[in-house]
């Protein structure tokens, strides 16, 4: 019986079948999530991206989050500060430019580095 019950030896629509499901079904959903460390992922409000330039430049792509009620002035220093905060190895920021949407809605600014 054992054997047949390993190797899904019984027929379609027996008990042993529906029994069968019926223990895998509640091992999916009854099992807790810290049996397998399986946790939700909260996303990290504000992301700094690298992405690839020429010349040996860096763009960073900076979530508008982290720049919202950062006057215009301000948003050379605050990015510099921001990567020397989340980045090990130091940036030399030359400027930092917003990046619209079709509506005149920032979606995020583009850091500048010099290489």
């Avoid at 989340?86 to 979606?107: F, G, L």
Wanted: cysteine-free; proline content about 8%; aromatic content about 14%.
């Amino acid at each position: 019986m054992f054997k047949r019950f390993i190797f899904w030896g019984y027929p379609r629509a027996s008990w042993q079948y529906d029994v069968m499901v019926g223990i895998i079904l509640a091992f999916i959903f009854l099992t807790p999530r810290e049996w397998f460390r399986d946790q939700p992922r909260i996303p990290k409000a504000g992301h700094v991206v690298m992405l690839p330039a020429e010349d040996g430049s860096n763009v960073l792509w900076v979530d508008p989050e982290l720049l919202s009620g950062v006057p215009e002035g301000q948003r050379l220093a605050k990015v510099r500060e921001i990567l020397k905060d989340r980045v090990d190895r130091r940036h030399a920021i030359t400027r930092v430019e917003p990046i619209y949407d079709s509506e005149k809605e920032i979606q995020g600014y583009m850091a500048f580095s010099k290489p």
